[in-house]
């Protein structure tokens, strides 16, 4: 089925450990992003990309890294894992003519202890 | 800075009834508005998407409206069922941006 992937569905990590969360999409959509959902601050932007090989930063981009090789793949990197990004992570897409609106993935639950 | 609100936070309703969901935004210069529902534990599944140019946009017993220059959606349900229980999120997507702005969210329960 086309749509968004995200890979793993949860996730436990220790305090310092590092790990990638990853998104595909088959849709051949130009922008993809990564948002986290916490209770009481809603969805907030983390990176997002409009192609391969650009990326940017969005609200909340501190202790994550993104890279863009190809049109289908977005993931996003915790380099050193905190208790503070505990948290639900979705992955979006869309077409860069904004005309269809975004497409989630199902989420990454996220524990960091 | 685009801020967005929704109003109620939660709402609960005896099946059969119709009822509105509002959404406000605080800058008009939006590209599109999203309406999405979220059932607990799981993602976002879109429900209408209105064009900035655009009024209204149905989808079965779903109505959105938006009246940009009030910065302002609602989403209208018709004759509710107790799988409509679930959160309603609004979203707008930035002119300018690659992104959207989120409510926090209506968490809708409709009781049998």
């Known amino acids: 089925n086309a749509g968004v992937t995200q890979t793993p569905k949860f996730q436990v990590l220790k305090t310092g450990q590092s790990m990638t969360l990853q998104c595909a999409q088959d849709m051949n959509h130009e922008y993809m992003s990564w948002y986290r959902q916490d209770p009481g601050m809603g969805l907030r932007l983390i990176h997002y990309?409009?192609?391969?090989?650009?990326?940017d930063q969005g609200e909340v981009p501190n202790g994550y890294n993104v890279s863009r090789s190809t049109t289908e793949d977005f993931p996003l990197r915790l380099l050193s894992a905190a208790p503070s990004q505990t948290s639900v992570y979705f992955c979006a897409s869309s077409y860069s003519d904004q005309l269809y609106g975004y497409t989630f993935g199902s989420g990454t639950r996220l524990t960091v202890v | 800075k685009q801020e967005v609100t929704q109003i109620p936070a939660a709402l609960s309703v005896p099946e059969g009834e119709n009822l509105v969901l509002n959404c406000s935004f605080t800058d008009s210069a939006i590209y599109n508005l999203q309406w999405f529902r979220q059932d607990p534990g799981k993602g976002l599944t879109s429900l209408l998407l209105?064009?900035?140019?655009?009024r209204e946009q149905t989808s079965g017993r779903l109505n959105a409206s938006l009246d940009k220059s009030s910065g302002r959606s609602t989403l209208y349900i018709a004759a509710s069922q107790p799988g409509d229980s679930a959160t309603y999120l609004c979203a707008v997507e930035v002119q300018g941006a690659q992104k959207l702005v989120f409510g926090q969210g209506t968490r809708l329960t409709i009781n049998p």
């Open positions: 990309s409009v192609g391969a090989g650009i990326t």
């Open positions: 209105i064009q900035s140019s655009q």
